[in-house]
């Protein structure tokens, strides 16, 4: 048999009951059939072949957001596909010709687009995804050096800080930073007050607060110590004592003599020192002035007189 389409009477020849045109281009087509006997049959309804679909365009990348400190996923901006009323990127679909993919994990990645007739683009250029950036760990928090009697300030040392790249340490009240690199640092002069601490790393993530840093209030230096009254040596006693006044109202104090060094300790804001020979006697609480107890001259003297008779 032969089938003739038309128009073009382009012909077939074959055996069977059924057989498959193809290659036909975009068109209206009827097929006659003309039999072994070379008796022809009227024409078949129309073939209509639709125009070819187009083939959308691949994916523009636009503008890649990476992952930040505190989000582990980045995004990417695609455009320039749109070629019909919908086409799904990736299994998302949509119906503009720009959209955002966001929840991108670390990685590379391309894109296809297939609009609403089936057709697949080719691959987009990669789009690449870095790892999302480390949050620096909560600054620890080692020593505390308070204020001294002469020192006013304390310290603290610092640590757990990023190892590589710099750091910005910043304290809390007062937003008071500094810069440094290591693992560890020390902050000293601290006024009394109660501080925490945050770091930021070489790429601009931040720390949560760390602990507290409590600097107490720097001690109370003592008075000098006051002379009361001084009781010499006697005809009979060799040695002398003083009262020494002044001495701190609250706790226990730490007297000290000198040239000698010996101590006392006690409470009460007065202590007689007894046992005291003929000397230069300084006590400290820091310093105090010097304290000259000399013999009684008419010890001396009544002692002579004994000693003529």
Known sequence: MDVDPYPGAVTTTGSGTSST???????TYTYTLTNAAGCISVASAN?????????????EVGTVTQPSCTIGTGSVVLSGYHQGPGQSIGKITGSTASKTISGLASGTYTFTVTNSAGCTSEASTDVVINAQLLTPATPTVGTITPPTCTVSTGSVVL???PATGSWTLTRLPGAISSTGTGTSTTVSGLPTGTYNYTVTNAAGCLSAFSANVVIPAQPVTPAAPAVGTITPPTCILSTGSVVVNGLPSSGTWLLIRYPDGITTTGTGTSRTISGLSQVLITLQFPMLQGVL????LMCQ???NRLLRQ
């Open 21 to 27: 045109i193809t290659g036909l281009a975009a068109g």
């Open 47 to 59: 073939v209509v072949i639709n125009t070819q679909p187009a083939k959308p365009a691949a994916p």
């Open 159 to 161: 640590s757990g800080l």
């Open 293 to 296: 107890l000399k013999h009684h």
């Open 301 to 303: 003297f009544q002692l």
